[in-house]
């Protein structure tokens, strides 16, 4: 479809983001090639358990925060997790790095309690080109895309190019412009 047709183009009831949809249009500028966050890794530096998470759409800027919690909580390779004894105590007594008397932790059936432990993660990166796309034909009222390139895309990027490409367009608030007005933007497939 044209970029005007594009540009037309409605999400479903209660989506901000349409189906993939194939534009044709011309290259009518382009910013420098910056870095996205497309999603995150993290290990469990205890029992080495692997996380990953990947994004629906690539971020501009760190969508949260990676403080994740390693949910494998009976692993053995995890520190025993410790409280507080108190006086009446005798078993399972020793004393932390502080002095204090600790106490581990039992489950009713038994087993010693292990800690919730933080994973190492960092953020997944993918490297993007932002385009205005324009269409081929002309029309009288110019119209663009905010378009998001990715990948082998990226390569060789040139005003005035003529381009086939496919993806989502996402309907976001553009919190750098002054008016904040809501936009159109297509994420094409990397
Ligand atoms: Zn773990």
Redo the contacts with the bound molecule.
Sequence with gaps: MSVSEALRVQPPIAESRTGIVKVTGMISSYKDLHVMIVGWTGV?P????VFHKSYDKPHFQAPEMLLKI?D?VD?P??PEALKDAKESDKEGLFMDDDGNKMKLEFDKDGKIKRQR?YLRTNFEFIDAVEVDLQDTEKHEEITTLKTLLFGDDIKDVRLGERVVTAGRIWIELLTSHKDARLHKRLYTHS
Excluded at 46 to 49: A, Q
């Design positions: 469990c205890y029992c080495r358990k390693c494998n692993a390779e995890h432990v």
